[in-house]
T-cell receptor, first 110, second 114 residues
Framework: TQLLEQSPQFLSIQEGENLTVYCNSS?????LQWYRQEPGEGPVLLVT?????EVKKLKRLTFQFGDARKDSSLHITAAQPGDTGLYLC??????????FGTGTRLTVIP | NAGVTQTPKFQVLKTGQSMTLQCAQD?????MSWYRQDPGMGLRLIHY???????DQGEVPNGYNVSRSTTEDFPLRLLSAAPSQTSVYFC?????????????FGPGTRLTVT
């Protein structure tokens, strides 16, 4: 089993604040993905990072893949209530299956 | 396109009953998979398939069977439900063989076993 630990598990912040979510593993992944999940729905892909050290930006969200391809971070600038949800990282090995992290539940208070 | 569809949305079973969770996709994806989601544990892979007639086990396959007779459908069968199988089940699909296996998820089935 490929273990992916996310931190923090829960995060409650005020609108306009910045935050960072971490995803760490002892395993090397060929790619790492971030998903967001709303209550009662399935996860929706936000981004995929493939290269060690890669940084991708999606509006106010910045994703980084660690140099050794074992960890990743998600940084949100000026959080908005619409960012509320469960954020999941998922690592892909050569076998093409995804191993999901434990999740970070974000609440942005207006 | 409907994407990935799952039925039913909710289900309550008694211990020992059997049932089938349905999953269908209309994107012509080769790869389909089933996950269960439990609090504090993320999503765990139950079974997956890389094409019609081909299935394999994931992390937590015990108590579940799958088959893949067509590209579109990938049903998950619980042979004898147990309370430990109370969970939310998600079906997902994607293209096979890409360097980044980007998956599309269905809306989930919330199963309670009493």
């Amino acid at each position: 089993t490929q273990l992916l630990e996310q931190s923090p598990q829960f995060l409650s912040i005020q609108e306009g604040e910045n935050l960072t979510v971490y995803c760490n593993s002892s395993s090397v992944f060929s790619s790492l993905q971030w998903y967001r999940q709303e209550p009662g729905e399935g996860p929706v892909l936000l981004v995929t990072v493939v290269t060690g050290g890669e940084v991708k930006k999606l509006k106010r969200l910045t994703f980084q893949f660690g140099d050794a391809r074992k960890d990743s971070s998600l940084h949100i600038t000026a959080a908005q209530p619409g960012d509320t949800g469960l954020y999941l990282c998922a690592g892909q090995t050569g076998a093409n299956n995804l191993f999901f992290g434990t999740g970070t539940r974000l609440t942005v208070i207006p | 396109n409907a994407g990935v569809t799952q039925t039913p949305k909710f289900q309550v079973l008694k211990t020992g009953q059997s049932m089938t969770l349905q999953c269908a996709q209309d994107m012509n994806h080769e790869y389909m998979s089933w996950y269960r989601q439990d609090p504090g544990m993320g999503l765990r892979l139950i079974h997956y398939s890389v094409g019609a007639g081909i299935t394999d086990q994931g992390e937590v396959p015990n108590g579940y069977n799958v088959s893949r007779s067509t590209t579109e459908d990938f049903p998950l069968r619980l042979l004898s439900a147990a309370p430990s199988q109370t969970s939310v089940y998600f079906c997902a699909s994607s293209y096979w063989g890409t360097s980044s296996n980007e998956q599309y998820f269905g809306p989930g089935t919330r199963l309670t076993v009493t």
